[in-house]
């Protein structure tokens, strides 16, 4: 009996996915049907995008596993219909992706790229950035794009502090987590990159209290999550100059409405959600594994701990 495998993503998706799915699931040596529209008690895996149309999962009764293209499973990860093991995306192209993302734009800050790039009034002020060694950069969240992210930034001489909700080592990376840790970290960074996922511990994990620990000036850049920045005390620390300036790449609501007043604010930078994005290539062969795994009895990888969240 084959395996039957649904892709349950926008169908603009498929086109792409099909190919790099059959071929990873024959290079597997698996007898499979792989389709878009499979009935739902004969449906053994589900290749899934949290935004597709599929939410209720009660009559998939042979079903052994949802396998996410998406690497945050936040809206997915508390169905209560879902009782099959997730497994989140973790995949090479994603995570260079977000890393370099995230070097770029610490080193725009780093090196005051914005000033000079704006500066075109013919003022000669030389005015050389400190290096590398001498700024200090906090990731928030050392998950796989967290730690990526800091080790690179390591890797470049930054002094990078790391902060998680539970305890990790990292060679190069001061390493702090909890509550104590998070107050040590943000009083002594100058820039703060946010990797966590949504949960309800990290919702608003930036708020009035937590901005006011970070040194005067201090700037954020968020490619993480939405909802880990309270907005209304973000815009009221740059008003006030306590936060230098906010990149953000992520919002509660996507697109940022035309009225919200990050578009408008001179010391914020948006950009549409690109800091990473799941890459078909190196994405299908992580669900062809996961497939495979699964038909030998193995462990998948990546799952997700529902009562986490991620």
Not at 91 to 102: A, P
Not at 119 to 140: E, I, M, Y
Not at 198 to 218: C, F, Q, V, W, Y
Not at 234 to 257: I, K, W, Y
């Amino acid at each position: 009996m084959p395996v039957n495998v649904l892709f349950s993503a926008r169908p603009g998706l498929w086109p792409e996915y099909e190919p790099l799915l059959h071929q990873g699931l024959t290079d597997a040596g698996l007898d499979f049907h792989l389709a878009t529209d499979i009935p739902a008690d004969q449906v053994d895996y589900v290749v899934y995008a949290p935004n597709s149309g599929l939410q209720d999962f009660t009559s998939y009764t042979r079903l052994k596993a949802v396998l996410s293209l998406w690497a945050g499973v936040e809206s997915i990860s508390g169905n209560e219909t879902l009782t099959v093991p997730l497994a989140r995306m973790v995949d090479g192209g994603l995570t260079q992706g977000m890393t370099e993302w995230v070097v770029g734009h610490v080193l725009r800050y780093h090196l005051g790229m914005d000033r000079h790039i704006t500066q075109q009034d013919g003022d000669w002020t030389p005015d050389a950035p400190p290096l590398a060694s001498q700024r200090t950069v906090c990731v928030l969240g050392l998950g796989a794009l967290g730690e990526a992210s800091a080790r690179a930034l390591t890797a470049l001489n930054f002094h990078v502090i790391g902060w998680s909700r539970t305890a990790k080592d990292i060679p190069g990376v001061t390493c702090l987590h909890g509550p104590e840790g998070l107050r040590a970290a943000l009083s002594q960074t100058e820039i703060v990159v946010l990797l966590l996922p949504d949960t309800p511990a990290t919702t608003n994990i930036l708020n009035a209290h937590t901005l006011a620990l970070l040194p005067k000036g201090a700037q954020i850049i968020n490619p993480g999550r939405g909802p880990l920045i309270d907005d209304d005390a973000l815009l009221q620390a740059l008003n006030s100059g306590q936060v230098g300036h906010a990149t953000l790449d992520v919002f509660r609501t996507e697109p940022l409405p035309p009225e919200h007043s990050y578009w408008a604010h001179p010391n914020v930078t948006v950009t549409p959600h690109i800091a990473s994005e799941t890459r078909p290539v190196t994405s299908a062969q992580v669900i062809c594994e996961n497939i495979r795994r699964g038909e030998a009895g193995e462990p998948f990888l990546h799952l997700v701990d529902r009562g986490l969240g991620y």
